[in-house]
T-cell receptor, first 113, second 112 residues
Framework: NAGVTQTPKFRVLKTGQSMTLLCAQD?????MYWYRQDPGMGLRLIHY???????AKGEVPDGYNVSRLKKQNFLLGLESAAPSQTSVYFC????????????FGDGTRLSIL | GQSLEQPSEVTAVEGAIVQINCTYQ??????LSWYQQHDGGAPTFLSY????GLEETGRFSSFLSRSDSYGYLLLQELQMKDSASYFC?????????????FGQGTELSVKP
């Protein structure tokens, strides 16, 4: 009964490196989201998916790509990491009704040097 | 577009009652949610209001007035463990992905 699992939990990258963050859910939710949270700020939506094989841009999509090849997984990619992408990244999922809450993973703390 | 405003910080003493306000501007309204986040942790869902009025869940209550584009979270019998950040969020319709737009958060400090 893991819920929403994010991998890795921590990572330090050098500028220009690439990496992929994985979000896996076992709740059979259709909707998945990637947010970033910077110190003292709220969560900002990067990309989201309303179902397997679909993705859409959020508020701050530049510099990121996503894929949802399987319903249970939502991947967030950084092709060429920049210091401005140093942040805590949260994945969330939600069911199909408007009154259902979003369930968040524990976050990935990413530092770009 | 959508935007939310909430106070940046609130301080209260243990056992007291505190109210965290949230005003929003949105092109379409599909509910106001509240999330709690402890330092370094994941946001967790507290409450959701789609209609006007008060929703009560234990020590926490949430209120919504759609005509005023205003809501609040009420925390009663404050405990030290309630020290956290609280975010209000509005939800887009599901044909827009049901995405949440969050306020900047209110940091609540509970003092002994």
């Amino acid at each position: 009964n893991a819920g929403v699992t994010q991998t890795p939990k921590f990572r330090v990258l050098k500028t220009g490196q690439s990496m992929t963050l994985l979000c896996a859910q076992d709740m059979n939710h259709e909707y998945m989201y990637w947010y970033r949270q910077d110190p003292g700020m709220g969560l900002r939506l990067i990309h989201y998916s309303v179902g397997e094989g679909t993705t859409a841009k959020g508020e701050v999509p530049d510099g990121y790509n996503v894929s949802r090849l399987k319903k249970q997984n939502f991947l967030l990619g950084l092709e060429s990491a920049a210091p401005s992408q140093t942040s805590v990244y949260f994945c969330a999922t939600a069911g199909g009704h408007s009154n259902q809450p979003q369930h968040f993973g524990d976050g990935t703390r990413l530092s770009i040097l | 577009g959508q935007s939310l405003e909430q106070p940046s910080e609130v301080t209260a003493v243990e056992g007291a009652i505190v109210q965290i306000n949230c005003t929003y501007q949105t092109s379409g309204f599909y509910g106001l949610s509240w999330y709690q986040q402890h330092d370094g942790g994941a946001p967790t869902f507290l409450s959701y209001n789609a209609l006007d009025g008060l929703e009560e869940t234990g020590r926490f209550s949430s209120f919504l007035s759609r005509s005023d584009s205003y809501g609040y979270l009420l925390l009663q019998e404050l405990q030290m463990k309630d020290s956290a950040s609280y975010f209000c969020a509005v939800r887009a319709p599901y044909n827009q992905g049901g995405k949440l737009i969050f306020g900047q958060g209110t940091e609540l400090s509970v003092k002994p």
